[in-house]
Structures are given as structure tokens and as C-alpha cells.
């Protein structure tokens, strides 16, 4: 699954540099680069979990509770959103141990330099 979020919610590209007043100019990462990739994350999730995606009714809670289990250990963090049950996607980004511990396996980790050095 981290791999699943690395690829979908973790893109070159993402991180933009924007005027801070009181820092000056930084690179961040906002919200709204993600959201609109809820769908596909929850696609590539089902896809992931071997399910059945062709009528586009996959069991999407059971990608929403590992998710949720990877928040947990302090490996992803969900996005605030609207939510309705049952068919709804859901939206989950990397956290930074998340994003450490791809690296530490081997994984190519787009931004990686944007969580800890930027």
C-alpha cells in the first residue's frame, strides 16, 4: 500500500515554490494537488487488493482501512474531505516516517529532499 501511495499521491512536480511572509520564498505542498487524486487512489489501491474493478463497485473500505492502519503506525496521513458511503473515494497522502521508510527499502521517492532537506 505505501507503494500505492508513493506512486499516486507522491509525484515530481508536486511541491511548488510560493511567497511565505514571514519565511520568504518556500516550497510546499498543498492540499489541492492531491484531493483530485482520490479516484485514481482508490483505483490503483483496488487494483493493488486484487479486486474487481470493471463496473467501478469495488469494496473500497477495505483500501480506506489499511489506510487507516498506516495512519496509525505514522506512515500516511488522511486528507480532510467529504466522504459518502459506500461507493466514495477517499484520499490519503505519505507522511514523512512513510516517505523515510520507502527510501530506507529502496524505493525511488519522488520529493524525498522536499520532507527533509527542504
Known amino acids: 500500500m505505501l507503494k500505492t501511495l508513493n506512486k ?24 489541492s494537488t492531491l ?6 487512489l482508490t483505483m490503483q489501491i483496488s ?3 486484487g479486486q474487481a474493478t470493471e463496473r467501478n463497485t469495488h469494496n473500497r473500505e477495505e483500501g480506506h482501512a489499511i489506510c487507516n492502519r498506516l495512519q496509525g503506525f505514522g506512515l500516511a496521513h488522511e486528507l480532510d474531505q467529504t466522504r459518502e458511503l459506500p461507493l ?3 484520499c490519503f497522502r505519505l507522511s514523512s516516517q512513510g516517505i523515510r521508510l520507502l ?3 529502496g524505493e525511488d521517492v519522488p520529493n524525498y529532499d522536499f520532507y527533509f532537506n527542504g
Open 8 to 31: 499516486v499521491m507522491n509525484k515530481s512536480g508536486d511541491w511548488k515554490p510560493q511567497h511565505d511572509p514571514v519565511a520568504g520564498q518556500i516550497t510546499k505542498l498543498h492540499p
Open 35 to 40: 484531493i483530485p487524486r482520490a479516484q485514481e
Open 47 to 49: 487494483i493493488a487488493l
Open 88 to 90: 466514495s473515494n477517499y
Open 103 to 105: 527510501k530506507l527499502l
